[in-house]
């Protein structure tokens, strides 16, 4: 894997929640193969489809809204742009109409519980994020094809290599923590300035620029509308959104119309402790309701941990008044590569190594980007990223009702509280004496995913998912 290639781009897609690696990724794998079919026969002679779901995709895909994503990537739509009131709806219009318009072209049958298989007992060896799906055609011959969700929204077709873009000449290739530190000493640069640099060999800086602002404000209006949006999230566990309630209660029952008036009232309630911990929680809380709502969210680094990040810089933009786009930038651009370095070392995905691979990886991204923004040193970056993911080592995934709602969506919280501790305590501490590197500890944590009980993965077989035992509806 030393050769993978990742950009802030791939780190950070935009997207609808509640998975990346159950919803987004099955969605690209779907768009993809019809792309395929479209390559190696006419639309017009399809007959028919089938999609077999297997493993993690299998067992917790009903709540992770697996079923759902394949049906509209199936259908030409796209993720980034699709109304997202309109993802429920239509999956329904598909079901009840036993329809579905394969690449928004060809109209063929589709009967929902025969043509959309669950195998919760099968699984591939690659990964346990597999799905296949079978195009039929009316010469009697078929395609079939394999793909892996393997976290983040990456997907692998099988038999492909794992690498995310095309080979280009990197100025500064980083595998590793102490890679990136070598980088950062020869040439002086920051890691956000290195990252920028890197881009340059896939896009000019203004599109990386245009392309990392446009993440930012997916990010704003997802914190925005989930804090002023309230009411019950589907799925069946009749769980109430508590980030809009939060919201009225801070500012003691104040509407604002637009978000930049809203973070001037919130900025004006002053820095206590206690004030700014609810905000945190708050910002959190509203995007990752927003994520177990089919909302747009965006993959920082997974759908599942989408809050984490959004959440600790909307308390840096806020309570250290830094609403600039250079900083902005600054901070996602080191966030971005802190998250690579742990694809490339470990994994991303939990149904791979649990919740660790996603919460933890957010709270590192994020204490590093924070560090850098308030003024740290590259060590003090890589220090910060390491007291995160340290302490949340372990961390098992075990939604309740395979849903990414109990819990994940308080597990955000914790993720953006511990990622700002993190960050403080490196700033106040000298990184030369460290003990422990972030290489060890994305060593450690691949361990830990190698080590942990199958069931723990995103499985809803173990944990809390079976303390609570529930028949839940179809979302």
């Not at 429920?88 to 219009?93: A, D, R, S, W, Y």
């Amino acid at each position: 894997m030393a050769s993978e290639q990742i950009s802030i781009f791939d780190m950070f897609k935009i997207g609808i929640g509640p998975s990346s690696s159950h919803t987004l990724g099955p969605w690209r794998a779907a768009q993809r193969f019809v792309e395929l079919l479209k390559v190696q026969k006419n639309l017009s002679q399809l007959v028919g489809i089938k999609i077999l779901l297997y493993g993690s995709l299998a067992k917790t895909g009903t709540g992770h809204g697996t079923d759902i994503a394949v049906l509209l990537g199936l259908s030409g739509d796209d993720p980034v742009t699709f109304d997202v009131y309109q993802v429920l709806p239509k999956v329904e219009q598909i079901k009840t109409s036993n329809q579905i318009v394969i690449g928004n072209e060809k109209v063929i049958s589709f009967k929902y519980t025969e043509d959309l298989l669950f195998l919760y007992t099968e699984s591939l060896p690659f990964h346990p994020n597999a799905l296949t799906f079978q195009a039929f055609f009316d010469d009697e011959t078929a395609i079939s094809q394999t793909y892996y969700s393997i976290g983040g929204g990456f997907v692998v077709q099988e038999n492909d290599s794992e690498g995310v873009l095309s080979e280009v000449d990197l100025p500064f290739p980083v595998h590793t923590a102490q890679q990136l530190m070598v980088w950062c000493m020869r040439t002086g640069l920051k890691i956000s300035e290195l990252v920028l640099e890197n881009e340059l060999a896939w896009r000019s800086e203004k599109e990386t620029k245009d392309g990392v602002l446009q993440i930012f404000n997916t990010l704003k209006d997802c914190i925005y509308k989930g804090c002023h949006t309230s009411g019950v999230l589907p799925g069946g566990l009749h769980v109430e959104r508590r980030a809009a309630k939060l919201n009225q209660r801070l500012l003691k029952g104040k509407a604002y119309s637009n978000y930049e008036e809203w973070m001037a009232s919130i900025r004006e309630g002053g820095k206590d402790f206690g004030y700014i911990l609810d905000w945190v929680s708050c910002f959190a809380l509203a995007v990752n309701e927003e994520n177990a709502s089919f909302g747009r969210v965006v993959t920082a680094p997974t759908n599942g941990a989408a809050g984490v990040i959004p959440a600790v810089l909307q308390y840096y933009i806020t309570f250290y008044d830094c609403y600039s786009e250079d900083k902005i930038i600054q901070f996602i651009a080191t966030a971005s590569e802190i998250g690579s370095i742990f694809k490339k070392g470990a994994t991303i995905s939990a149904a791979m190594g649990g919740c660790q691979a996603e919460i933890g990886v957010s709270s590192a991204m994020a204490a590093g980007a924070l560090t850098e923004c308030l003024g740290g040193s590259q060590r003090q970056v890589l220090m910060a990223a390491e007291i995160a993911m340290e302490h949340h080592l372990g961390l098992t995934c075990d939604p309740i009702g395979g849903l990414v709602q109990i819990p994940c969506i308080e597990r955000n919280t914790m993720g953006a509280i511990k990622a700002i501790t993190a960050a403080q305590l490196a700033l106040q501490s000298n990184p030369d004496k460290a003990k422990v590197s972030l290489d060890a500890v994305v060593s450690t944590m691949w361990d830990t995913a190698q080590d942990m009980n199958v069931k723990y993965k995103e499985t809803a077989d173990g944990g809390l998912a079976i303390q609570i035992p529930l028949s839940l509806p179809e979302c």
